[in-house]
T-cell receptor, first 112, second 114 residues
Framework: GQQVMQIPQYQHVQEGEDFTTYCNSS?????IQWYKQRPGGHPVFLIQ?????EVKKQKRLTFQFGEAKKNSSLHITATQTTDVGTYFC????????????FGKGTKLSVIP | ETGVTQTPRHLVMGMTNKKSLKCEQH?????MYWYKQSAKKPLELMFV???????ENNSVPSRFSPECPNSSHLFLHLHTLQPEDSALYLC?????????????FGEGSWLTVV
């Protein structure tokens, strides 16, 4: 079945440093979504990427979808303590499928 | 604040107990989901309902029994659970059941089986 691998599993950064998490799928994806889960909280939708090579920005966050639609990345510039949490990617192989396959997530810690 | 409300937030139950988790969405969505989140595994989709009809059951053991009486409410009935079933159970909803739809999660129900 479809697998979505996400690395790294953990990342500790000094406040102000950049952070990147990578997501790789075993199959071509129709779209990929990113979610953030704060400690003790629930996953919250950040963004969806659909097109090959798509790049989207949200303030300090930059999301990319690979040309082959099998990988994606989330880059945070100049991390802040409010960025702490676990970032999940979730992909689907088909637009008609109910199944969103989540990666294991990258847990980000920011040292003040 | 979330448009998907789950109760109870915390539940401790014995292996012989029967309990239920409740979920209500206030977003006017047509699809509802149950996910399981444990420390060792990624978010796992358990069930999907579209307009009150179950459209996906991901090989979930029969000790978990979902119920969707209408498009706003979803239950997960639990009986004779095992300690390894201890996890965070997340309810979610979306406009439609397709994977391109944004999923809105509830705050989750922390379940501990003793």
């Amino acid at each position: 079945g479809q697998q979505v691998m996400q690395i790294p599993q953990y990342q500790h950064v000094q406040e102000g440093e950049d952070f990147t998490t990578y997501c790789n799928s075993s199959t071509t994806l129709s779209n990929i979504q990113w979610y953030k889960q704060r400690p003790g909280g629930h996953p919250v939708f950040l963004i969806q990427l659909v097109k090959s090579g798509e790049v989207k920005k949200q303030k300090r966050l930059t999301f990319q979808f690979g040309e082959a639609k099998k990988n994606s990345s989330l880059h945070i510039t100049a991390t802040q303590t409010t960025d702490v949490g676990t970032y999940f990617c979730a992909g689907s192989a088909g637009a008609g499928s109910y199944q969103l396959t989540f990666g294991k997530g990258t847990k980000l810690s920011v040292i003040p | 604040e979330t448009g998907v409300t789950q109760t109870p937030r915390h539940l401790v139950m014995g292996m012989t107990n029967k309990k239920s988790l409740k979920c209500e969405q206030h977003l006017g969505h047509n699809a509802m989901y149950w996910y399981k989140q444990s420390a060792k595994k990624p978010l796992e989709l358990m069930f999907v309902y579209s307009l009150e009809e179950r459209v996906e059951n991901n090989s979930v053991p029969s000790r978990f029994s979902p119920e969707c009486p209408n498009s706003s409410h979803l239950f997960l009935h639990l009986h004779t659970l095992q300690p390894e079933d201890s996890a965070l159970y997340l309810c979610a909803s979306s406009k439609g059941p397709g994977s391109g739809n944004t999923i809105y999660f509830g705050e989750g129900s922390w379940l501990t089986v003793v």
